[in-house]
T-cell receptor, first 107, second 112 residues
Framework: GEDVEQSLFLSVREGDSSVINCTYT??????LYWYKQEPGAGLQLLTY?????DMKQDQRLTVLLNKKDKHLSLRIADTQTGDSAIYFCADTDKLIFGTGTRLQVFP | SQTIHQWPATLVQPVGSPLSLECTVEGTSNPNLYWYRQAAGRGLQLLFY??????ISSEVPQNLSASRPQDRQFILSSKKLLLSDSGFYLCAWSENPGNTIYFGEGSWLTVV
């Protein structure tokens, strides 16, 4: 069946860029999403990309979509300690979320 | 603007006891409603979704059930909790399938 996969952990130094990767199996999805979950809280929508786009930039966030390889990435520029959280990619057409990547930012 | 609320935020229940988690959405009509579970260290698992009053689809066989007695109310229930039901439960809504999904703040359930 359809699946969305992510690596579980990422650790970066404050001020560096973070890149969180996601692979998916169903290429027919209309939109692909990124959500952020802070400890003990629900998921907040970060950004999304329409399936006919290759890239979307929103302030410090850049989403890249490679439909051929079914690969989605989220780049956070100038990562801050407040960016520490779990990040989920999601295919809301299929109501599927990835396993989440825990981003840890250290000084 | 639309808001989503779920309660209680935290719950500690003994094995074999019943469960009721409630969720309401304001500011929209006929939303799609969802219950997800997030077990410790794992991703989100879709438990139930509903496209209208009284219409519930279950994604996984389990000890839980869901009901939608009103357009913007979604309830997650169990008659007898198991230890394995412990986790973080998230209610969510969207306008249509494939649209952005908006989440509540979550409910921590610990079964002891």
């Amino acid at each position: 069946g359809e699946d969305v996969e992510q690596s579980l952990f990422l650790s970066v130094r404050e001020g560096d860029s973070s890149v969180i990767n996601c692979t998916y199996t169903d290429s027919s999805s209309t939109y692909l999403y990124w959500y952020k979950q802070e400890p003990g809280a629900g998921l907040q929508l970060l950004t999304y990309i329409f399936s006919n786009m290759d890239m979307k930039q929103d302030q410090r966030l850049t989403v890249l979509l490679n439909k051929k390889d079914k690969h989605l990435s989220l780049r956070i520029a100038d990562t801050q300690t407040g960016d520490s959280a779990i990040y989920f990619c999601a295919d809301t057409d299929k109501l599927i979320f990835g396993t989440g990547t825990r981003l840890q930012v250290f000084p | 603007s639309q808001t989503i609320h779920q309660w209680p935020a935290t719950l500690v229940q003994p094995v074999g006891s019943p469960l009721s988690l409630e969720c309401t959405v304001e500011g929209t009509s006929n939303p799609n409603l969802y219950w997800y579970r997030q077990a410790a260290g794992r991703g989100l698992q879709l438990l139930f979704y509903s496209v209208g009053i009284g219409q519930i689809s279950s994604e996984v066989p389990q000890n839980l059930s869901a009901s939608r007695p009103q357009d913007r109310q979604f309830i997650l229930s169990s008659k007898k909790l198991l230890l394995s039901d412990s986790g973080f439960y998230l209610c969510a809504w969207s306008e249509n399938p494939g649209n952005t999904i908006y989440f509540g703040e979550g409910s921590w359930l610990t079964v002891v």
